[in-house]
């Protein structure tokens, strides 16, 4: 299975400042995913971040608040932009496996509260 | 696009019996079912998955079945332990091509020794 290592592992940030979160994986994959999840709440999809492409974004969210990069098959970035306290969430990076059968992997998240 | 409900939200059992979480899902057409189990402070960890091709699946005191004909799907603990205690998402996915994971609301479950 993939491991995933995400920094920071979590920011305390003051509102109207941005964060950029880095994904890295011991493995190339293709697809590389962002979550959203809100205390107390389930997973939500940011978007879908493929190596050589635009990132494709969910309904709600939108690339000038959070813009993504995929440079390489290993690695990505989140930026949260212009922070306000309804983005203090945790947010999750994921890669999906497919040496085997299809199997989806998340990070350990970055915890982060916005003052 | 797919919706997928889980219940209960929470559930408590002593320590030794069995836990039953449920799932619905609304897209025939999805065809991968994951579990994840998340512990506080810590990512989703995927625990076990179904796929449509089979009705049931074992990992040691874990398990899932799938009636694709009602769409649900059901994960089960058996002996559960302390350490079981987290919350548990189901997941509904479509696999093949750009597929989305659509997940459960989650259950908390707690085990109390």
């Known amino acids: 299975s993939a491991v995933i290592s995400q920094k920071p592992s979590r920011d305390i940030c003051q509102r109207g400042t941005s964060l950029t979160i880095q994904c890295q994986v011991d493995?190339?994959?293709?697809?590389m995913f962002w979550y959203r999840q809100q205390p107390g709440q389930s997973l939500t999809l940011i978007a879908t971040?493929?190596?050589?492409?635009?990132?494709?974004?969910e309904s709600g969210f939108v690339i000038d608040k959070f813009p993504i990069s995929r440079p390489n098959l290993t690695f990505s970035t989140l930026t949260v932009s212009n922070m306000s306290p309804e983005d203090s969430s945790i947010y999750l990076c994921?890669?999906?496996?497919?040496?085997?059968?299809?199997?989806?992997?998340f990070g350990p998240g970055t915890r982060l509260t916005v003052t | 696009g797919e919706n997928v409900e889980q219940h209960p939200s929470t559930l408590s059992v002593q320590e030794g019996d069995s836990a039953v979480i449920k799932c619905t899902y609304s897209d025939s057409a999805s065809n991968y079912f994951p579990w994840y189990k998340q512990e506080l402070g810590k990512g989703p960890q995927l625990i076990i998955d179904?796929?449509?091709?089979?009705g049931e699946k074992k990992d040691q005191r874990i398990a899932v079945t799938l009636n694709k004909t009602a769409k649900h799907f059901s994960l089960h603990i058996t002996e559960t332990q302390p350490e079981d205690s987290a919350v548990y998402f189901c997941?509904?996915?479509?696999?093949?091509?750009?597929?989305?994971?659509?997940f459960g609301t989650g259950t908390k479950l707690q085990v109390i020794p």
């Open positions: 971040a493929n190596q050589g492409s635009e990132a494709t974004y």
């Open positions: 994921s890669v999906e496996d497919r040496q085997g059968e299809y199997e989806q992997y």
């Open positions: 997941a509904a996915s479509l696999t093949g091509g750009y597929q989305k994971v659509t």
């Open positions: 179904i796929r449509s091709n089979v």
């Open positions: 493995s190339q994959v293709t697809m």
